[in-house]
């Protein structure tokens, strides 16, 4: 059974930077063909695809956010990490890990963690 | 403005069969890219509901089917039941932007 979960903090000041864990259990990021995304969803509006980060480190990016994020990967704690900089209020959301299936640009999310809500305000 | 575009809602009595699109272009859909199909009960995380345009993960009813067409999809609901009220989301990838996109999302209410 494959289960992920969200972490880090409910709220962020603008113009600091984000760091939320990806924690995972029922999969490996050393099995081949395995990856971590993330995607965010702003109160009552759509899902927007973030990153991304596969078993061979492989990394991808939305374009129009990429120079504020940073995705790693602990294979040994089976964590996935996602950090965003320069916080917005228009960052708040919804923020999701999910498990990729798929080869590239063909793939798609499986299993989804709980999510959780990042506000920011000061 | 998503890259596909749903249409923001749809209904349907209970029993019924509803149908909604996800249309895209010739640089997402059209370029041959799958589509996936997930389903967001309220104040729940999405769940995958159709990946590779028309196949159900295991555990999903076979009253959900997805198909393609050119530059959209469709996503088919018979047998309409009360707990498929939800908002249901298109994913595909674009590249012209390098990017996995959603639609918009299409809410489903049943009558």
């Known amino acids: 059974q494959i289960t992920l979960k969200e972490s880090g903090p409910t709220l962020v000041n603008p113009t600091q930077t984000l760091t939320l864990t990806c924690t995972f259990s029922?999969?490996?990021?050393?099995?081949?063909?395995?990856?971590v995304g993330w995607i965010r969803q702003p109160p009552g509006k759509a899902l927007e695809w973030l990153a991304l980060i596969n078993w061979k480190d492989d990394k991808a990016y939305s374009p129009s956010l990429k120079s504020r994020l940073t995705i790693t990967k602990d294979t040994s704690r089976n964590q996935v990490v996602l950090t965003m900089t320069n916080m917005d209020p228009v960052d708040t959301a919804t923020y999701y890990c999910a498990n990729r299936k798929g080869s590239y640009g063909y793939d798609y999310f499986d299993y989804w963690g709980q999510g959780t809500l990042v506000t920011v305000s000061s | 403005q998503s890259v596909l575009t749903q249409p923001p809602s749809v209904s349907g009595a209970p029993g019924q069969r509803v149908t909604m699109s996800c249309t895209g272009s010739s640089s997402n859909i059209g370029a041959g890219y799958d589509v996936h199909w997930y389903q967001q009960l309220p104040g729940t995380a999405p769940k995958l509901l159709i990946y590779?345009?028309?196949k159900r993960p295991s555990g999903v009813p076979d009253r959900f089917s997805g198909s393609k067409s050119d530059t959209s999809a469709s996503l088919a609901i018979t047998g309409l039941q009360a707990e498929d009220e939800a908002t249901y989301y298109c994913q595909s990838y674009d590249n012209s932007l390098s990017v996995r996109v959603f639609g918009g999302g299409t809410k489903l209410t049943v009558l």
């Open positions: 590779g345009n028309n």
């Open positions: 029922g999969l490996s990021l050393t099995t081949s063909g395995e990856g």
